[in-house]
C-alpha cells in the first residue's frame, strides 16, 4: 500500500522533529512529522479554499463549511462525529480565513485510526440537504450578529478590508456579507463542496506518536479511492498600487474613540514581511514599544495600542489598533502616530533596539510550535497559502537576518499616509437620533475605485480565522 505515496520533500522542524511530505496517486498531500514525547497527535485537514477563492454575491460560504463539516454523513447521524471524538477523550475544531479552512482533531495516540476513518468520511460523504444546511445558516447569521453588528471591534476590522482592498478579494469578510450567507442556494453549496473538499484540494497533517509507514497505510486505505476533482483556476487580481489616504468614520456606542491604521504591506513570502514583522514588534510588541510606550505611558493618550502584520498569501495590511483614553480623540492618536514613523525614518532605530524586537518576534514564533497542535498548524498554513511547508524555516531566518537598514528602509517604503487606510469609532452623540450606524466613508471614494468595496457595513473576519 506504502508504494502508491511518493515521497517529495523533507525538513526539520524545531530541534528533533522532521516532517515529511508524500503525495498520494490522487493528489492527496499528507505531512508527517513523528513526535514521541507524549502519546497524542495532532490530526489536521487543509483545503486551499478560503474566502479569497469566493465569488462576489457568494461570500461566506468558506466558512459556512468549517460548519457543516460537523453534520451528518452518509454513514454518521447528527452530532455523530463530537461523539465519537469526545469519547476518547479528544478535541476537534476548524477554522476559516482568506487562504485556507482547516479542520483539526487532538487526539490520543491510539484512536489514531479512528479520527483518519472520521476526517476520510467527511471529505466525501456529506450530507447536504435543507434541513441541515438551514440550520448551519441559521448559526452563521447568529455568529456574524454577534461578531460584527453588535462588535465595535468587528466593525472596524471589516470596513478596514473593505475600503482598503477595492479588486483583490481581501475585500469582503470571512464570515461573508449577511445579505450573501442569506442568499446562498443549495445547488451552489453542493456544487461547492464537490470542487474544493477533493483529495488533490487538500493536505493532511499529522505530528506526534505514531509509525510513519502504518500512517500512510492507513490513510491510503481511507483516501486511495477518492477521485481527484478538476479544481478551477484561481484568478489573480493584483490590487492597484494606492496613491491615497483612505478614511472611514461612524459613530458607535462607545466610551472613547477607537481607531485602526491599515498600512499596504507585501505578502508573507515577499523578503520584506520579517522586516516589517520586526517593524510592527518596534512600535507595539511589548510594554516598552515605542507607540505602546509613548501613547500608553507618557502621553497617557490612548488606553492601548496593537499592531499586527497579517500572514497573507497576497499582499495585505500592516494594521495599528488603539482604543483612546478618555478625553483623547482619534485624531491626535494619528498625529502621534505620524511623528513617531517620522522619527524611525530621520533617525533609524539602534541596534540594541532592533535586537530586542528580533527576539521578541522570534520568541513568539518558535513558541507557537511548542506542542505538537502548534505544530501542525504552523507545516498546515506554510503548506497551504505559500505553497511549501519548509517556507516556515525561511521566514524563520529571515527573521533572524533583519537588520537596522532593514527596518529602516521598510519603514519609508511601507508606512507612508497614502498607501494607508484609516478607520474610525468615534462615541455616539446621546441628542442625535438618526445617527448613521452602518458608517460613512469620509473620503473613500478616491480614485481607485473604492465604490467597488460596497456592503462595507457589514463585519469582517476579525484579525485572526473564524473560527
Same mark, same amino acid.
Given at each position: ?160 478590508? /473593505? ?34 473538499? /477533493? ?135 494619528? /498625529? ?130 473564524? /473560527?
Amino acid at each position: 500500500m506504502t508504494m502508491s505515496w511518493q515521497l517529495e520533500a523533507e525538513a526539520p522542524i524545531g530541534r528533533g522533529v522532521i516532517a515529511k511530505r508524500y503525495r498520494l496517486s490522487n493528489g492527496l498531500g499528507l505531512i508527517s512529522a513523528v513526535d514521541k514525547r507524549a502519546p497524542i497527535v495532532a490530526l489536521q485537514t487543509w483545503f486551499r479554499v478560503g474566502s479569497r477563492h469566493e465569488r462576489p454575491g457568494a461570500t461566506g460560504m468558506a466558512h459556512l463549511f468549517e460548519h457543516l463539516m460537523f453534520g451528518q454523513t452518509e454513514s454518521m447521524p447528527p452530532g455523530e462525529f463530537d461523539r465519537l471524538v469526545e469519547r476518547t477523550g479528544g478535541e476537534s475544531n476548524a477554522a476559516t480565513w482568506v487562504d485556507w479552512t482547516y479542520y483539526k482533531l487532538s487526539l490520543p495516540a491510539r484512536d489514531l485510526a479512528l479520527g483518519v476513518r472520521l476526517e476520510a468520511e467527511r471529505m466525501q460523504h456529506l450530507v447536504l440537504e435543507h434541513a441541515p444546511v438551514e440550520a448551519e445558516r441559521d448559526v452563521v447569521t447568529n455568529e456574524r450578529r454577534e461578531r460584527v453588528e453588535d462588535d465595535v471591534d468587528g466593525w472596524l476590522d471589516e470596513q478596514l478590508m /473593505a475600503h482598503a482592498f477595492t479588486v483583490h478579494p481581501y475585500r469582503w469578510p470571512t464570515i461573508g456579507w449577511m445579505e450573501d450567507i442569506r442568499a446562498l442556494a443549495l445547488p451552489e453549496i453542493r456544487a461547492f463542496y464537490r470542487t474544493w473538499y /477533493a483529495p488533490n484540494n487538500a493536505t493532511i497533517v499529522c505530528v506526534g506518536d505514531f509509525d510513519d509507514e502504518e500512517l500512510r497505510e492507513l490513510i491510503a486505505k481511507h483516501y486511495a479511492h477518492i477521485p481527484a476533482a478538476e479544481l478551477p483556476i484561481v484568478i489573480e487580481n493584483s490590487e492597484p498600487v494606492q496613491q491615497k489616504e483612505r478614511v472611514v468614520r461612524a459613530p458607535k456606542p462607545i466610551a472613547t474613540d477607537r481607531l485602526l491604521v491599515g498600512y499596504k504591506a507585501p505578502g508573507q513570502d515577499h523578503p520584506d514581511w520579517a522586516a516589517l514583522e520586526i517593524v510592527s514588534t518596534l512600535l507595539a510588541g511589548c510594554p516598552s514599544a515605542r507607540l505602546h510606550r509613548k501613547l500608553v505611558i507618557e502621553q497617557e493618550a490612548a488606553s492601548s495600542v496593537d499592531a499586527q502584520l497579517t500572514p497573507f498569501r497576497d499582499p495585505s495590511l500592516l494594521r495599528l489598533a488603539v482604543t483612546t483614553a478618555r478625553g483623547h480623540r482619534a485624531d491626535e492618536i494619528l /498625529a502621534s502616530i505620524d511623528r513617531e514613523i517620522a522619527s524611525l525614518v530621520e533617525t533609524p532605530p539602534t541596534a540594541a533596539e532592533v535586537e530586542k524586537a528580533k527576539a521578541l518576534a522570534e520568541t513568539d514564533f518558535w513558541s507557537a510550535l511548542a506542542d505538537v497542535d502548534g505544530k501542525a498548524e504552523a507545516l498546515g498554513h506554510y503548506e497551504t497559502a505559500l505553497g511549501d511547508f519548509r517556507r516556515l524555516s525561511a521566514i524563520a531566518e529571515r527573521l533572524t537576518a533583519v537588520s537596522v537598514e532593514d527596518v529602516a528602509r521598510a519603514v519609508r517604503m511601507y508606512l507612508v499616509p497614502s498607501a494607508r487606510t484609516i478607520v474610525i469609532a468615534e462615541p455616539e452623540d446621546p441628542d442625535t437620533d438618526d445617527a448613521d450606524d452602518e458608517g460613512d466613508a469620509d473620503d473613500a471614494d478616491d480614485d481607485e475605485g473604492d465604490d467597488d468595496a460596497t456592503g462595507a457595513e457589514d463585519k469582517a473576519a476579525a484579525e485572526g480565522a473564524v /473560527a
